[in-house]
């Protein structure tokens, strides 16, 4: 049975952040579904690029999955500001599910109240409301997976894949889309 993973978009996401590690992880076929949490189903991203999502956060609350992504960009803020995705991350994180946050995004684990205790990073622009962040690429905590921002959406999508599926397959999806370090067979 593939892995399943929802990835929460709203208004205002980092579209490197979202659409590298969903394509990563259909490579590795993994059944991704792209949640918009308002209302609709068309999202606009930091970059005006329009997506459509697969479903509505709403009608997904009742849907078995394996991990959580978030991604940053300006909906963050608007993200750690709803009820509903508040309680997401926590349903996912205290099932001891997967919960990925990259860029800003850390912020929302933040105010669902999951990141105590934990390491983790995330863009430098939220380094004054949480001074603990590391400076790695990509850090994974237990059931917790953190990035810095788009440049290292990559190695965020990668370390996902290596979370849910392997390592091998992580290192093979690396090779063919030559990742600098890696060398196809």
């Known amino acids: 049975m593939p892995k399943k993973v929802l ?6 996401f980092e579209e490197i952040e979202t659409i590298s590690p969903i394509d990563l992880l259909r490579r ?3 059944e991704v579904t792209m949640a918009a949490v308002g209302d609709e189903l ?17 009608d997904c609350r009742n849907e ?3 991990a959580l992504i978030v ?3 300006p909906a963050a803020k608007v993200l750690r500001k709803n009820p509903m995705v508040l309680k997401t ?5 205290e099932k001891e599910l997967l919960v990925a946050a990259i860029c800003a995004a850390p912020t929302v684990l933040n105010e669902a109240a999951i990141l105590g205790g934990k390491r983790y990073t995330g863009h430098f622009s939220i380094a004054e409301e949480l001074p603990d962040l590391l400076p790695d690429a990509v850090v994974q905590d237990g059931n917790l997976i953190t990035s810095r921002g788009a440049g ?11 979370d849910l599926c392997s390592e091998g397959l992580a290192q093979e999806i690396a090779a063919s889309i030559c990742v600098p ?5």
């Open 28 to 30: 590795a076929e993994v």
């Open 7 to 12: 990835i929460l978009l709203e208004n205002g």
């Open 181 to 185: 370090g890696t060398s196809a067979s």
């Open 71 to 73: 991604p940053g960009g």
């Open 89 to 93: 991350v926590r349903d996912f994180y």
């Open 42 to 58: 068309e999202v606009t991203g930091k970059t005006g690029i329009r997506v459509t999502a697969d479903a509505l956060l709403a």
């Open 64 to 66: 078995a999955f394996d």
């Open 152 to 162: 290292t959406a990559v190695a965020f999508g990668l370390a996902i894949v290596a």
